[in-house]
């Protein structure tokens, strides 16, 4: 696991955490990396460099492809900095293709899948990543990602906290079939907390106050995914609840979908009115 003997400090957010990269170069970096940690001894300094750089730009590989998704999904423009504001009045169902509306739905899935083969180090997850840098669209290719700190998240991280949560969740009997975060703050202790329950994950849009999302914003192919866990248990998640409406309105929206629902969160706020079904550190500042 790409957490073994990971050195970091998660009270504070590091300098790595601030940066900005071409989606192609993140992708050979992230590559790159991943070939350093299978070929270096655990603990040692190469080691631990590149696995910090992997647990932290892991996250953006699914993070990018769920915003071409929706934009290809809801016929948003394709623009670098306006493509992931999903209130634009300019939307229009028709714009793409459905070909292209599945391409983008694939390498989302795929996305997500890679980015749990590099938490777990799995000795092919450099070529899937090289395989899939060769498939994404011209477009993303130049796309500039920029990482921004962010304190809460980056806390939710802490991989012991993240441990804790998932043995929680194990010892109360619940196997989840998928862990669904509410992206994108949940992504990087998502695809951690699904890779330890070996689940699957997905991420739904879904961020009231960065982006005054009023709802979760599921796409017919989301629905048509998630369908496949009708009958089976699932785990709604949040990284950190500070006063809960986002985890709350999260379920509120899909519980209706599965036939058993849990929420969970790494982080919760003692004075927090809502409360998960599960949480692996309640914090007081």
């Not at 270096?40 to 932290?56: T, V």
């Not at 991989?159 to 929680?168: D, F, N, T």
Request: hydrophobic share 40%; net charge negative.
């Amino acid at each position: 696991m790409i957490t073994d003997h990971l050195v970091a400090d998660y009270a504070e957010t590091p300098a790595e955490l601030a940066f900005e990269l071409r989606y192609s170069d993140l992708l050979g970096e992230i590559q790159r990396s991943a070939q350093v940690c299978l070929d270096a001894d655990k603990g040692d300094a190469a080691w631990q460099e590149h696995a910090l750089r992997l647990y932290i730009m892991t996250q953006a590989m699914p993070s990018v492809l769920l915003n071409y998704k929706i934009c290809i999904d809801f016929g948003l423009p394709l623009h670098p900095t306006q493509y992931i504001d999903f209130a634009r009045a300019e939307k229009n169902p028709d714009a793409y293709r459905p070909e292209r509306r599945e391409a983008a739905y694939e390498l989302f899935v795929e996305s997500i899948d890679i980015a749990q083969s590099v938490y777990r180090l799995d000795p092919i997850c450099p070529q899937r990543v090289s395989g899939l840098k060769r498939r994404i669209p011209e477009f993303l290719f130049d796309f500039l990602y920029t990482n921004t700190p962010d304190k809460y998240t980056w806390r939710a991280s802490d991989p012991e906290s993240v441990a804790r949560l998932a043995e929680r969740i194990r010892a109360a009997g619940l196997a989840p079939a998928v862990v669904i975060g509410a992206a994108h703050g949940s992504i990087r202790p998502a695809l951690l907390l699904s890779t330890l329950l070996g689940c699957e994950a997905f991420f739904v849009r879904f961020s009231m106050f960065k982006r005054s999302d009023g709802e979760p914003i599921l796409s017919p192919a989301d629905e048509a995914h998630l369908g496949r866990f009708a009958k089976k248990s699932v785990l709604l998640f949040d990284e950190d609840v500070a006063k809960g409406k986002t985890l709350r309105g999260f379920a509120g929206r899909m519980s209706g979908m599965f036939r058993e629902v849990h929420t969970a969160a790494v982080l919760r706020h003692y004075l927090a009115p809502y409360t998960p079904d599960f949480v692996g550190e309640t914090h007081y500042d």
